[in-house]
């Protein structure tokens, strides 16, 4: 079991920044590859960043590839978000999630926060 809290959201000018963190409870953190996840007004929730157990390898959606960087810091238990270049299109409520397996993914996440939002003015 593993409970996932997100912070760093708020309210940003376009062509600003802001760095959303997750804090994880559990001793197995390590075990599980993490991704951040966003969802819109009216739109389905979508995959934004996703990072395999040891940091090693990352992946991103294309609208963020370049403006966004997932870190994880295994002995702290938490991962992180630095969202560089907003747009108002970066909206969201943004998720951090925990998946079923060490290794990178887009899909099988199991554990999810509770959310923190982002808006982008423009």
């Known amino acids: 079991q593993v409970q996932l809290v997100e912070s760093g959201g708020g ?17 197995t953190f390590d075990t599980y590859a993490m991704g951040w996840f966003r969802q819109a ?6 995959f934004v960043a996703g990072i395999n157990w040891s940091g090693g390898t990352t992946d991103y959606e294309d609208s963020v590839k370049g403006r966004f960087t997932i870190s994880r810091d295994n002995a702290k238990n938490k991962v992180d978000l630095l969202m560089n270049s907003l747009k108002p299109d970066d ?23 509770q959310g923190t939002q982002v808006t982008v003015s423009s």
């Open 11 to 27: 309210l940003v000018q376009a062509g600003g920044s802001l760095r959303l963190s997750c804090a994880a409870s559990g001793r």
């Open 41 to 46: 007004p009216g739109k389905e929730r979508e």
């Open 91 to 113: 909206t969201a409520v943004y998720y951090c999630a925990a998946r079923l397996s060490s290794r990178l993914g887009r899909d099988d996440y199991k554990y999810w926060g």
